[in-house]
């Protein structure tokens, strides 16, 4: 801010601040965006603030609650080159602020310079003096005995004591300091809180509909009680359903996609809506809303959560295309333009048209439709397709939503453009799906795994990361078999604190596409039911509780800023770790990615930056295998048969000895 500008706003001592502050951070596009933090997280801040000349400076972190019109503040301390960091804890749900104010410490620098003038043998005459002045104002600034005791130490300055001078009154003055020619910086930054889930969370989705024994009958909620147990043991913590609402007659597509549907075909989930309702109904061979809060208090009571898919498009039968067909787009010759993704043509769903005049009815209407499923229950949304819909649009919903019910997590589906995937996340969506799903060598999970959790992204992207979904079963787990899918789900489950599976498909290794060169599951379950033996003796059922248990017992696995990639001597072999700050969880991951032949090599570890001593054995516990290995020095050797196990998951342990010489692992 520039003197004149702040004369022009009433600033008259502007051109008397001599403090600049500078490059606060965290700090996303100036501040335009929050960064993201859980309950009881400390947000770390730092900034640069300095002054011409060589005066002593205070610098202050300020930060408040929304709603609260009081700031709190902590000092900030120097860390070098003009850098001050400080932080604060955010304990709430909801929406932060924090800023940054400083000022020149006239008690400091006058302290400073006495210092260097007894060492100087100079006459302390004048000097104290000038000290009993500013100790004497601040009297006048502090209260009670605090104000006694601050005039007391001025008179004694004026007499010539300088042994008055000591760290007690340094803190007292620091109390009361003279803030009349503070800088503030211009900039208030936000924080947006969330719960702990939104950090931490194991996915699991299933269609209910194809819970059922025979594909000639429709699944129903009240069907799922033993599908939700078998999630609860398995690990997970949130079971997410595609739409469950009532499902177009109109141009439904038939089994494997195709575009004739036959008289018993169950069309896509996701060409919502017909004559029985539209985004507030449940499909009625599902059951009813009543059936629906029941299921997920059955969830809530094996301590699962249930997540909605939210799609905003609808089938040429949804009510909102009769009521409000301002809402869609007319093509020439007058019939509403269906959804395409050229040569892909999706007869079965019309989108909404968001350039509409009446868009804001339209935004309203779709908040409430989440409102709606709120109140059934759902603290979580998986959103379909973000990336097509205005972003101020999601701003608005999950700003609206969040206002209200600041525990509401919302995932983005968005497999787009990196630059739109994280304005997606900038402006509030909790998580995100991911380019994880084809990332598969080395070098390119080492560079995408970095930019995630080592850069400024870190701040506002939450990773998601899933092996497969209904719409994407990528090459690997097509050629890989088996072991493929064991190595994308240590993968999934270690480097991301957030993963999720699509259940049955994962579970059985299900690795047939439509055709060559297809992602599209042969018989896909997006258009037709299927009968899943989860009971089948190759079920990957007890490995992933393994996987999901670790996740649980080990808090290193349970967020992402401290993963850090290490060297192996193998481009096959990718080796990571993860730790918890106080580095009494550690834990090492060696993977093999290959699903075809053992590969072997040598990682080397940071011995240094994990506390470990070089000069001692320690004890490598492979959680996966339950195996426990004695390494010795940073570089240690691993062999991985992807057809056994293609992974470790180790816990390393430091050697300790006792006082009656028992040596053991901690």
């Known amino acids: 801010m520039r003197p004149g500008d702040a004369n022009a706003n009433g600033d008259r001592d502007a051109g008397r601040r001599r403090v600049v502050i500078e490059d606060v951070t965290p700090c996303i596009d100036g501040g335009r965006f929050p960064i993201k933090r859980v309950c009881g997280d400390h947000v770390v801040v730092e900034a640069a603030a300095y002054a011409d000349g060589h005066d002593a400076i205070a610098c202050r972190l300020r930060y408040r609650k929304d709603g609260n019109d009081i700031w709190s503040e902590t000092p900030m301390a120097p860390i070098g080159d003009d850098r001050w960091r400080a932080a604060f804890t955010v304990n709430e749900l909801g929406a932060y602020r924090y800023t940054v104010t400083a000022w020149v410490d006239a008690f400091e620098s006058w302290r400073r310079d006495l210092a260097k003038r007894i060492d100087a043998e100079q006459d302390l005459g004048m000097p104290l003096a000038?000290?009993?002045?500013?100790?004497?104002?601040?009297?006048?600034?502090?209260?009670?005995?605090?104000?006694?005791?601050?005039?007391?130490?001025?008179?004694?300055?004026?007499?010539?004591?300088?042994?008055?001078?000591?760290?007690?009154?340094?803190?007292?003055?620091?109390?009361?300091?003279?803030?009349?020619?503070?800088?503030?910086?211009?900039?208030?930054?936000?924080?947006?809180?969330?719960?702990?889930?939104?950090?931490?969370?194991?996915?699991?989705?299933?269609?209910?509909?194809?819970?059922?024994?025979?594909?000639?009958?429709?699944?129903?909620?009240a069907d799922c009680t033993e599908r939700l147990r078998q999630a609860a043991a398995m690990g997970f913590d949130v079971v997410y359903l595609p739409p469950i609402h009532p499902i177009g007659e109109t141009n439904r597509k038939g089994k494997n996609n195709a575009e004739t549907a036959q008289p018993d075909d169950v069309g896509s989930p996701w060409a919502i809506g017909s004559r029985t309702g539209g985004h507030r109904a449940l499909h009625p061979q599902l059951g009813t809303l009543d059936d629906f809060r029941r299921f997920v208090e059955q969830a809530r009571a094996l301590e699962l959560e249930v997540a909605l898919d939210i799609a905003f498009q609808c089938s040429p039968d949804h009510p909102y295309v009769t009521e409000h067909p301002e809402w869609f787009l007319k093509r020439p010759?007058?019939?509403?333009?269906?959804?395409?993704?050229?040569?892909?043509?999706?007869?079965?769903?019309?989108?909404?048209?968001?350039?509409?005049?009446?868009?804001?009815?339209?935004?309203?209407?779709?908040?409430?439709?989440?409102?709606?499923?709120?109140?059934?229950?759902v603290r979580i949304f998986r959103v379909d397709n973000p990336h097509t819909k205005p972003f101020a649009f999601w701003e608005y919903l999950i700003g609206r939503v969040k206002a209200a019910h600041p525990d509401v997590i919302f995932l983005s589906e968005a497999f787009t453009r990196p630059k739109v995937m994280y304005r997606l996340a900038k402006l509030g969506f909790t998580?995100?799906?991911?380019?994880?799903?084809?990332?598969?060598?080395?070098?390119?999970?080492?560079?995408?795994?970095?930019?995630?959790?080592?850069?400024?992204?870190?701040?506002?992207?939450?990773?998601?990361?899933?092996?497969?979904?209904?719409?994407?079963?990528?090459?690997?787990?097509?050629?890989?078999?088996?072991?493929?899918?064991?190595?994308?789900?240590?993968?999934?489950?270690?480097l991301g604190a957030n993963y999720g599976i699509y259940g049955p498909a994962f579970e059985l290794h299900e690795n047939r596409p439509r055709e060559p060169g297809s992602e599209e599951y042969l018989d896909s379950e997006k258009y037709q039911i299927r009968v899943w033996d989860v009971e089948r003796a190759d079920s990957l059922r007890e490995l992933i509780a393994r996987v999901n248990r670790i996740r649980r017992d080990n808090p290193a696995l349970h967020e992402d800023g401290r993963l850090r990639f290490h060297h192996a001597d193998n481009d096959m072999i990718l080796c990571y770790s993860k730790t918890t700050p106080d580095l009494r969880n550690l834990i090492v991951v060696v993977v093999n990615l290959d699903p075809h032949h053992t590969q072997s090599g040598w990682v080397e570890l940071p011995l240094a930056d994990f506390d470990l001593d070089p000069h001692r054995p320690y004890q490598a516990h492979d959680l996966l295998s339950g195996a426990r290995y004695l390494w010795s020095g940073a570089r240690n050797f691993v062999q991985l048969n992807p057809h056994g196990l293609p992974a470790h998951i180790f816990r390393l342990r430091r050697h300790i000895r006792s006082e009656h010489d028992f040596d053991y692992y901690l």
């Open 130 to 221: 000038v000290g009993a002045r500013l100790v004497q104002q601040a009297a006048t600034r502090a209260a009670g005995a605090d104000a006694a005791q601050l005039a007391a130490r001025a008179a004694q300055l004026e007499r010539g004591d300088a042994a008055v001078v000591d760290e007690a009154l340094a803190a007292l003055m620091a109390q009361y300091p003279d803030r009349g020619l503070a800088t503030l910086y211009p900039f208030e930054l936000g924080v947006r809180v969330d719960r702990a889930r939104a950090r931490f969370s194991a996915w699991y989705e299933f269609f209910p509909r194809s819970v059922t024994s025979d594909v000639a009958r429709h699944g129903r909620l």
């Open 333 to 377: 010759d007058g019939s509403v333009q269906y959804a395409e993704n050229p040569p892909k043509k999706y007869q079965d769903i019309y989108p909404i048209h968001f350039e509409t005049d009446a868009w804001q009815p339209l935004w309203d209407e779709l908040t409430d439709v989440v409102l709606f499923w709120i109140g059934q229950g």
């Open 431 to 494: 998580q995100s799906y991911t380019y994880f799903t084809w990332r598969n060598t080395k070098w390119d999970l080492m560079q995408y795994f970095t930019e995630l959790t080592q850069t400024e992204v870190r701040e506002y992207f939450r990773p998601n990361l899933w092996p497969n979904t209904p719409d994407i079963l990528n090459e690997y787990l097509q050629v890989g078999g088996r072991p493929a899918f064991v190595i994308r789900l240590a993968l999934a489950a270690t």
